[in-house]
Every structure is written in structure tokens, then in C-alpha cells.
């Protein structure tokens, strides 16, 4: 078992002097159970149900007093309660209604315990007269592993320790990170396929995890779905959504079925809900607030890279390129930028978009757009030259600052350049491995830009 960042929030949820009942949502298979077993060492008593087991989920269907409830689950794991901090961990909630009702009694009778629970797609498959108790309980969301956390599972310590050492990062280590983030964005970040990598190196032999995965995913529809006509449209959904990654879609028609708008909309929802994909929608705004245009197509983000690279049959392009940024059209490097940002966000309420501008005569759209403090600040992910960025350029001309980000596969630095209407922009050009630390190097470049006015 490798540490994910992720203990460093469910630490601070410890801390907290008015801790609620926690919900950690997450797709299958990115790691929740392992997380909070890790987590769990640093409690005095540990208590994990499976709710997936009957005997375990019956617990919550008697109709128990919360003290009655609590003596229950104490009793079925044959323990008693001792002084000191007690961890109790609900796995696969979802799949009893009242088990998610009892969370807000945790929470007013038992301030005092920890309580964390974690199913996937829990709004979907839970009745829709059951209600989460608003108020009583909080959440956290789990992602596949980062780059950063890839680094600390491959044991690569003077690396990761360059990554999160001194601002800039050397120029030094970029061969030796380009070439770890290459492997990364050709695996992905799916934990037992991390694990068997840092074991085996050997990509061929992740072929039948990764086939695992996909199956388990294929296998969860007919619970997803609310009837064998939706399973059927959830299937064509689950077996397309790869082909259609990183790319703009239509739900009419998705996948070159004849699903109309309305039943594939509802799919893909629902596979979003499961965290399986996100929708990323554009936005035209150049300034606060980050508004996303849901009238508009969205484009689509799987779960993770290394599952589309094996379902797409692009692991041996990637695999032979000199960078990623030339496989499928740039694609994949588009996809494993977005897969980094959204590693970035633990909230369930965070949510990426794109800039884009249409119109008759010209058009324009920027890869990412995330806001810094007050700013909106576009990201294109390019190879291309500074000059031929137009769509940045179209998004400085309207923004109220200068300030832009290329992710590519040089060193880092910062230009100062013009857009096409003749407007000065400050332009941070950083490498694919600096993706998940984003933040930090655009306030290292307004910070620079702020220094280099002031002589």
C-alpha cells in the first residue's frame, strides 16, 4: 500500500472541532477502502463494515435505537469500546438507504466518533425519497493517482522531492521528469495498475488489470440503471465513451447510435455521477464569476488516461513518441493535463471547464480555463510556437489581465509576448509535469511580473 495525498485531508477532517460524518466519494477501484485502512492507523479502534455483505448491512434495517445501533456494530465485529479515538468505516453504502440516515444521528448523538462512509454513485442508486442528511455530513472526493503520488508509488523520491522542493524546479531534472510523466500518461493513475507497474515494470503485463477494470465497470450497469432499457443505453455509453474522449460530443446520437438527446444526456449523467466521466463545459467568461454554458456541447473526460490509452489501443504510439503531445492529435496530452487538474480538487463541487467564443466569421476555444484568486486565467496545452496560440490570444485581448499558461513538453519559463492585436501578455510556458502544481507557478509568475514592474 502507497500514502495517498488524500490522508493529508482526511487529517485535517480529524482536526476539525465541528467534524461531521464523512462522505468520500469516488469512483470504483481509485483507492477509497485501501485510503481509509492507511488512515486508519492513527485511531485507538477501527470498525469496518461492508455493506455489500448482508449480515453487515443487516445491522441498519432493524430499526435500532443509535445506542442500540452502535452496541450492534461493536457486537458483530466481536469488539468492545475502549478509551480513546474510535474510526468507524461504512463501505458501500449505497447499498442500504437506512445506513445513509443514520449518518446525521452519528453526528448528533456521537459527536464524538468518527464516522466515514464511501459508495459509488451513491445519489443515483439510492431511492429518491431517501434524502442525505443536509447539513449533518461532508464530503471529499478521490481521483485516480497524480503524478506526484505516481512518483511516490514508483519509490522515485529524489524526483518527487525536486517537485515539491524549490520554486522553479530545476532545469536539470526535466529529461529524467519528462520521461517518468511519459510513462504516467501512458498507464494512468488506476491503483493496482500502479502497483503491478512498480513491481513489474512492464506495461504488457498490466493488459489483464486493465481488461479487469473495464469488465467491473461493464458489470456495475445493471445496478447504475433504473431498467433493462436504460442498462442497454448505459452499456452503448460505457463502450464508446473512450472513443469519444477529449473530444466535443452531442448526446444525440452519441457514439453513432440513434439514442436521442434525452436518454443519452440521462446515461452519461449517470456515468458522470459515478465519477466513470466528467463533462466539461465551456465558458465565455474572461472574468469572475466562472460561469459553464450548459446549452453548449460538452467534452468529455474519462476517469482515467491509462484505461482510454488501453481501450483506444494507444499505449504503443505513446509508447514510441518522442512526446505525448503528438499522439492522437494531441488528445491524450489534453486528457492527462485534465485528469491532473481535477486530481488538483478534492471538493465534489469543483468543476473544470474550457473557454470558448463562437461566431459566424471566426471561432476560438481554449483547452482549460481555471481561476486564480480573482483571475480567470486561460490554459492551452501546445506544442505549437508562442505566435500561433490564437485562441490564447483572443482570450488576452478581452481578458482585464495579461496572464496565460501553455503546458507542453520544454522547460519551464516565462515570455512576454504579443497577441495579434498588438496586446502584451505574460505567458508561463510550463512542462507536462509541473501540470499538477499549477497553481503554485502562477502565482510564481505574477509574483515575477510584480518584481520586474517595480524596477
Sequence with gaps: MFKRDILKKLSSWRGKKD????????????????????FSKQFDQYLYLNLEIKTERDIFEQDHSIEALLQAIFFSKNQVKHKGSVLIFIDEIQNSPAAVSCLRYFYEAFPDL???AAGSILE??????ISFPVG???????????????????????SLDILNGTIPVPDFAHDKLMKLFNTYAIIGGMPEIVQKYSESKDIIALNSIFDGLIVSYFDDIEKYARNSTMANVIRHAVSNVFYEASSRIKFQ???NSRYKSREMSEALKVLEKAMLIYLLYPSSSVAPPLMPN???????????TGLLNYFGGFQKDLFGANCIDSVYQGKIAEHIVGQELLAAETSPLSKLLFWNREKKQSSAEVDFLIQYENLLIPIEVK????????????????????????IYSGKLEINQIKTLNGNECTLLNIPFYLSGSIATYIEWMISNDKLAQQK
Excluded: C, N, W
Design 19 to 38: 467534524r461531521k460524518p464523512l462522505i468520500l466519494r469516488g469512483a470504483r477501484q481509485v483507492g477509497k477502502t485501501t485510503a481509509i485502512q492507511l
Design 114 to 116: 468518527y464516522v466515514i
Design 124 to 129: 443515483t442508486l439510492i431511492d429518491t425519497h
Design 136 to 158: 449533518r455530513v461532508e464530503y471529499l472526493v478521490m481521483k485516480p493517482l497524480s503524478f506526484k503520488e505516481f512518483l511516490g508509488a514508483l519509490s522515485e523520491k529524489s
Design 253 to 255: 446520437g452519441f457514439g
Design 294 to 304: 450548459t446549452k453548449k456541447s460538452p467534452r468529455l473526460q474519462v476517469l482515467d
Design 383 to 406: 506544442s505549437a510556437a508562442t505566435g500561433r496560440l490564437r485562441s490564447l490570444h483572443q482570450f488576452i485581448d478581452r481578458a482585464p489581465h495579461k496572464y496565460a499558461v501553455r
